[in-house]
């Protein structure tokens, strides 16, 4: 079953920055459900899941991203937007083939979406505690929080993004090649971290059986 983060009555966002943490809280706030099960190859498994998602998220932004002029700006939020479902949707089939979807809740969606892009905006729900990173499962308001400073960062990149936008063919395919790009930077992210977890899994399982023997 998908989780939700609740939904709070907020007033219409207005700059483009408010938009966008708007927008960052609906996708990262809904956890979706997988097909898929626990790979015996997961990493493997995985690359395959973001190698597809990655081709589907450049086609979406290159599409989106045709129209030039000041009307090419109007496309921002929806082209982001599409393509954080398509990466969304990525890290839960991730997560399902290294067997860790039960623990995939909207703080650890939000950091694998966003890590490579703003982590700095992520201090308050990723630690590093020596060797192992912990994702707390924060509540609402720290989500809020965390989504407002990634929806300023992801804001300010766009300057230059817009640019390319009065190009309409050299414009698609700049946007939808970052867009393939950025899709792999987030299948590397749920990689690295549902590989930990796992991991961890594993261990715990192997060090029950250990303790049922003696």
Request: aromatic residues 4%; glycine residues 8%.
């Amino acid at each position: 079953m998908a989780k939700n983060v609740p939904a709070r009555r907020v007033a219409a966002p207005n700059t483009l920055a408010e938009r966008l943490t708007r927008a960052i809280l609906d996708v990262a706030g809904e956890v979706p459900d997988t097909n898929e099960h626990k790979s015996r190859g997961p990493d493997q498994r995985a690359r395959a899941i973001a190698s597809s998602a990655a081709n589907r998220a450049a086609l979406a932004a290159g599409t989106l991203a045709l129209p030039p002029g000041p009307l090419g700006w109007l496309t921002i939020v929806p082209e982001l937007v599409a393509i954080w479902r398509i990466q969304r949707q990525m890290v839960a089939d991730i997560s399902g083939a290294y067997g860790v979807s039960a623990e995939l809740t909207p703080s650890r969606m939000l950091y694998c979406l966003f890590r490579h892009a703003a982590a700095q905006a992520l201090r308050d729900v990723a630690v590093q505690v020596g060797a192992r990173l912990l994702i707390q499962d924060v509540p609402l308001r720290i989500i809020e929080r965390v989504a407002a400073k990634i929806g300023v960062s992801v804001s300010k990149r766009l300057v230059g993004r817009g640019i390319a936008r009065w190009l309409p063919v050299i414009g698609a395919l700049g946007v939808g090649a970052y867009a393939y790009y950025d899709t792999g930077q987030v299948a590397r992210t749920a990689m690295t971290l549902f590989a930990a977890e796992a991991a961890e899994q594993a261990e715990a399982k192997a060090a029950r059986a250990h303790g049922h023997k003696k």
